[in-house]
């Protein structure tokens, strides 16, 4: 089962690489910029994040996927890295990736020249990460 933070950083992820959110089966289509403000996610994602989560993910799916952000919240589903292009992506409970990685349908992806998408640099980790080469020496 997918934790609520990774399936948001699922969503922040694809959402970078201009990926778009069905909402309820198609009644409208939603893609917050910019996704990420400073070192934190910006208020367009955070709000469009809350209106998912406040029906549970129920009908909202990434453009090209099958699998609902329900499903991802559900016991059967798992994000890991695609085999690709390494980004989050629905794979059943099991570790097999179910179909292609919706990479597939984007052209200009893989590519080494864009910038990667990226979660935002939380300062409190970066403190961890400093402090912990620091212990190690
Ligand atoms: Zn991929």
Do not use: H
């Amino acid at each position: 089962m997918a934790s609520t933070t990774q399936v948001k950083t699922y969503l922040a992820y694809w959402f970078q690489l201009g990926k778009k959110l069905v909402w309820r089966g198609g009644e409208e289509i939603f893609l917050p910029q910019p996704i990420i403000q400073g070192d934190r996610f910006s208020s367009q994602f955070e709000e469009c994040w809350q209106k998912v989560i406040s029906i549970g993910g129920k009908d909202c799916y990434l453009e090209g996927s099958q699998e609902t952000v329900e499903d991802l919240l559900s016991s059967g589903w798992d994000i890991d890295g695609c085999a690709r292009c390494d980004m989050p992506v629905a794979v059943v409970g099991s570790g097999i990736q179910s179909l292609d990685c919706i990479c597939s349908d984007l052209d200009n992806w893989p590519n080494d020249e864009l910038p990667k998408p990226r979660s935002p640099v939380s300062n409190k980790t970066q403190l961890n990460k400093i402090r912990a080469r620091l212990g190690n020496k």
